[in-house]
C-alpha cells in the first residue's frame, strides 16, 4: 500500500481479543482512559450522593427545598404585614392562616426539630402536640417563651437570632400543634384552658382579635 507521496506504508490491523462467534470477531480496541475514568467518576459520586441524601443529618429533600423557596418569597411579602407585635392576638391572628403557618413551619422545621422532633412530638424539649405545658399558661406565652427562651437556657432565646415575624409566625405554627396528640414524649407540666376560641373565630373571619381573653 502507497501514501499519495508513493511511500510504502505498513498495513496496520487492530489486535484481535481471541474471541469470535458465527464468524465475528472482537478486536481489542479499548475505550480511551478518560471515558473510563468519566465512568468511574460517576460511580465514585453516586455512592457519595445516596450516602449523604440517605444518611446525613444535613441534607435536604426537594420538599425542603421547595418549602424553603416558598419562605424565601413569602418573606419577601413581610412588607404586606409589616413588622408584628409580639403578643397574644398578633399569634391568635395568625392561629389559622395557613399561607402564613407555612413560614413558620419552616421556621419551626430549621431551627426547633433537633430538640422537640420534626412533627412537635418532643426528643430533648417537651411534646408541642398534647395539653400540657411547662412555661406556657396562655396563648401569649408561647411567643414570650419562644422570645425570652426558658428553663434556665436550655429553651434558647430566639429574639436576637429571627425576625419578630418569625417569632410570632413560628409562635402560631406552635399552637397550631396542639391537640395532634403525636406519640413522643410523654406529657410534662400542667394541663392549661384551651386557646381562645374567640381568638381562633375573629382570625379565620380576618378581623382582629384584640379582644379575646383565654
Given at each position: ?9 505498513t ?21 480511551p ?5 468519566l465512568?468511574f ?16 443529618l ?5 420538599e425542603e427545598?421547595?418549602q ?29 392562616d395557613?399561607?402564613w ?8 422545621s ?7 422532633g ?34 434556665n ?5 430566639w ?23 403525636v ?32
Open positions: 500500500m502507497s501514501d499519495p507521496a508513493g511511500n510504502q506504508a498495513q496496520y490491523e487492530d489486535p484481535l481479543t481471541g474471541h469470535e462467534f458465527d464468524g465475528i470477531r472482537e478486536y481489542d480496541n479499548p475505550c482512559s478518560w471515558w473510563s475514568w465512568f467518576g460517576t460511580f465514585v459520586f453516586s455512592v457519595v450522593y445516596f450516602l449523604f441524601f440517605q444518611f446525613s444535613v441534607a435536604w429533600t426537594i427545598d421547595y424553603e423557596d416558598v419562605v424565601a418569597d413569602l418573606k419577601r411579602q413581610f412588607a404586606e404585614i409589616g413588622d408584628l407585635t409580639p403578643d397574644e392576638p398578633t399569634v391568635a391572628r395568625f392561629l389559622n395557613a399561607k403557618l407555612t413560614v413558620g413551619e419552616v421556621v419551626f430549621t431551627n426547633c426539630v433537633s430538640c422537640h420534626p412533627q412537635g412530638e418532643g426528643l430533648v424539649g417537651p411534646n408541642l402536640t398534647d395539653d400540657a405545658y411547662k412555661n406556657v399558661k396562655r396563648l401569649g406565652d408561647i411567643v414570650r417563651v419562644v422570645s425570652d427562651g426558658a428553663a437556657g436550655a429553651m434558647p432565646a429574639k436576637n437570632r429571627l425576625h419578630v415575624n418569625e417569632l410570632v409566625l413560628v409562635s402560631a405554627y406552635v399552637a397550631s400543634l396542639r391537640g395532634k396528640n406519640p413522643g414524649r410523654a406529657p410534662e407540666g400542667q394541663p392549661i384552658p384551651p386557646w381562645p376560641r374567640a381568638a381562633a373565630d375573629q382570625a379565620d373571619a380576618g378581623q382582629p382579635a384584640g379582644g379575646a381573653q383565654p
